[in-house]
């Protein structure tokens, strides 16, 4: 795919997450109605839920745990570390920016919306600070974006099913899991997702540009899987 092409593509994918965020943000800052009543809805449904199925909300638990924001951060920071030993130090760096501004974007998201996590008679989880967007959500989805696009180039086969479906699981099912604990409303996931995805959008759109060859294949470095020194080294 030619530079150019790819610049667009991306910032598409971007604009058209971006869109739907903002849209989000405003309802919720807002106080609309109709969606605070849906977000209720949701939560006293899968909160009734957890609390009949107590070893499910457990398993519930332990994932939102495996899979929360440092875990994540520590699993990113393992994938820079091996990328910098394979002498890919620009894919570190896009790795390492991508994961770093959308934690900060989410942090300043939640004061700048202060919104209150749900308040539940009988709670089966725990959780502090704002809500808008889920944090969870958005490190999951920062840190399935970069796994697929730094090892795509060297996934081969089957394995690029087991990358896409690993990134998609966790994705989904971590941001499903604060809903289910009751410490987020739906539209608070949904945020994360899309900000998340946004993040990655541009990070990869603006990566390229560092790039002196003006052809890409697939993921951000296919030549990562080339033997020898990676194009990054000269960074």
Sequence with gaps: MKLGLRLTTASAL?????????????LVSGGWS???ELD?????ALHSWAVRHPRWTDATVWWTNIFGP???????????????RRQARRLALWA????????????????????????????VAQATGFSFPSGHALNAALAAGVFVLVLLPVARGTWRWALWGAAVTVTVLTGLSRVV???HWTSDVIAGWLLGMAVVAVTAAAFPRVRRE????????PELARPGPA???GF
Excluded: C, N
């Design 14 to 26: 971007a604009f058209l997450v971006l869109v739907p965020f903002a849209l989000l943000a405003a």
């Design 34 to 36: 109709p969606l605070h």
């Design 40 to 44: 209720r809805t949701v939560t006293d």
């Design 70 to 84: 440092t875990p994540l951060r520590i699993a990113a920071l393992g994938l820079v570390i091996w990328l910098l």
């Design 96 to 123: 390492t920016i991508t994961m770093a501004v959308g934690g900060v974007l989410g942090m300043l998201l939640k004061l700048l919306v202060g919104r209150h996590r749900p308040d539940l008679l009988d709670p």
């Design 181 to 183: 604990l009751g410490v």
């Design 214 to 221: 003006p052809v890409v294949e697939e993921g951000l470095e």
């Design 231 to 233: 194009p990054g080294a």
